[in-house]
């Protein structure tokens, strides 16, 4: 059985021991939490001590930054790649897996004017592989691993699907870095989502999930017994992590995540 994991903002409490209850009680395995820039993940480090010693399973941390790698201003991108680097340093501390990231998000989309970015595909590939080996060597020495989020067209220009993050991964060499899938992307994305798992298993380090809408599984079409099912064939034993928007009673949605996943193949 798939291991489930909930985003910190989901859950009802104020500290993340009163989160962790909610969590537990509703079928969770983990909390997954977000990093703001600025250093403010660094920020919490004794928050984090703290709530691992009381038996917070905390593996990942997704960013909520305003500018990632993939900025197109160089001290953006340096300022990225280090809250990155602390971020990785922090989730290590911690004894978690890891950290989520797309290329960028916001930034720029060919599908709105004025069409065309500012930088070639080749200069995009340059800047993006620059900023993934420096992140990536940082990960394998902290024993932590990063993930590349691939996100759709209109979120982002550079890395919509796991084809694109695979062969940035594939160039950099190194097994610090993984593709970090989130099944809202993929569905508008990929042709096949199923199919995309299957076709690049050896790279799939972690997987967030909400429906097609961007609600909480089981609120819109995706087909979740496929999508499962792939995961299922290559053997993923990482989390399945809750990162969406809740429709109706928010706490009622949070609690039927677990479920749901586990009726659907989880």
């Not at 403010?40 to 960013?63: I, N, Y």
């Not at 993006?128 to 220009?157: C, I, M, Q, S, W």
């Not at 097994?175 to 096949?192: A, F, K, P, Q, V």
Request: hydrophobic residues 40%.
């Amino acid at each position: 059985m798939l291991k489930t994991a909930v985003q910190e903002q989901l859950l009802p409490g104020d500290t993340l021991q009163a989160k962790w209850d909610v969590a537990r009680a509703a079928g969770y395995d983990a909390i997954e939490l977000r990093a703001k820039g600025d250093f403010h993940f660094a920020s919490r480090l004794d928050e984090l001590r703290q709530a691992r010693k009381d038996g917070v399973v905390m593996p990942t941390v997704c960013v909520d930054m305003l500018h990632f790698l993939g900025a197109f201003d160089e001290d953006l991108r340096r300022d990225a790649v280090a809250q990155l680097k602390s971020q990785l340093t922090v989730i290590a501390e911690i004894g978690g897996l890891g950290a989520q990231t797309p290329a960028s998000y916001g930034m720029f989309s060919r599908r709105l004017p004025p069409f065309e970015p500012p930088r070639t595909e080749e200069e995009d590939r340059e800047v993006l592989l620059a900023g993934l080996a420096e992140l990536g060597e940082h990960a394998r020495k902290e024993g932590v691993t990063l993930f590349l989020e691939p996100l759709n067209r209109y979120e982002d220009h550079m890395v919509n699907r796991l084809e694109q993050a695979g062969e940035l991964i594939r160039a950099t060499g190194l097994d610090s870095l993984r593709i970090g899938i989130d099944s809202y992307h993929m569905n508008i994305e990929e042709t096949d989502p199923a199919a995309a798992i299957l076709a690049h298993a050896e790279l799939i380090g972690h997987a967030q999930v909400s429906d097609s809408n961007r609600f909480q599984p089981g609120a819109g079409h995706l087909d979740w017994p496929a999508w499962l099912g792939a995961l299922h064939t290559i053997g993923y034993d990482g989390y399945l992590a809750a990162e969406c928007r809740l429709t109706g009673e928010p706490l009622e949605a949070v609690r039927s995540i677990p479920a749901f996943l586990r009726g659907s193949g989880a």
